[in-house]
Nanobody
């Protein structure tokens, strides 16, 4: 069974940066997409960024410039760098994985319904 372990969250001051990490264990399929999602106060869950095994990435338009996603296929890991953190970034961040067949190479969706296995999530709190 695939399990995702997240780390890197916590409480930080506005203007600082965080690097969130997520490692997937027990992955047996060759191709997959991994993504970060978040749920902030008063908003529905939204996709932040995703990366596919071949290196293709997707970043939500409103988050481009401050959010950067990267991956390590050898570790089945995904990282999310958040720069210039703002109080409105406070929320619950979690990662997920979606297996891909060969025909889906290059596919890195931001739709949460596309993902099959989820981590427990981590809290990010940004103080003014």
């Amino acid at each position: 069974q695939v399990q995702l372990v997240e780390c890197g969250g916590g409480s930080v001051e506005a203007g600082r940066s965080l690097r969130l990490s997520c490692v997937a264990a027990g992955v047996t399929y060759e191709y997959h997409s991994m993504a970060w999602f978040r749920q902030t106060t008063g908003k529905e869950r939204e996709g932040v960024a995703a990366i596919e095994t071949g290196g293709s990435t997707s970043v939500r338009n409103s988050m481009k410039g401050r959010f950067t996603i990267s991956g390590d296929n050898g570790r089945n890991a995904v990282f999310l760098e958040i720069n210039n953190l703002k109080p409105e970034d406070t929320g619950f961040y979690y990662c997920a994985i979606r297996p891909l067949g060969g025909l889906w190479a290059g596919y890195a969706p931001l739709d949460p319904d596309e993902y099959t296995t989820w981590g427990q999530g981590i809290q990010v709190t940004v103080s003014a």
